[in-house]
């Protein structure tokens, strides 16, 4: 079981920035992946950026050159750093990590106002 805590969400303006982090607990060295989220009321959850076990990252192609992912080993934490932020990110997003299953966090609101 892993247990996943996210924090950072909240309101700002276009073009402005956040800083998502997740806290992993639980088996977190059965952690293949672990990345970020996100979805919008009745749509489909989508890839924002990830972290695979060798250090490979993937980024959304709407979140390209504007969000960085990071990770902190010693502190099981990952990180989002959301930079020249749109109306259009506004969603909530979720921490994901693959340990053999896939678990998720709860959800942070990130509201962006134009």
């Known amino acids: 079981q892993v247990q996943l805590v996210e924090s950072g969400g909240g309101l700002v303006q276009a073009g402005g920035s956040l800083r998502l982090s997740c806290v992993a607990s639980g088996i977190v060295r059965s952690i293949n992946v672990i990345g970020w989220y996100r979805q919008a009321p009745g749509k489909q959850r989508e890839l924002v950026a990830s972290i695979g076990s060798g250090g490979s990252i993937n980024y959304g192609d709407s979140v390209k050159g504007r969000f960085t992912i990071s990770r902190d080993n010693a502190k099981n934490t990952v990180y989002l750093q959301m930079n020249s932020l749109k109306p259009e990110d506004t969603d909530v997003y979720y921490c994901?990590?693959?340990?053999?299953?896939?678990?998720w966090g709860q959800g942070t609101q990130v509201t962006v106002s134009s």
């Open positions: 994901m990590v693959v340990a053999g299953l896939r678990y």
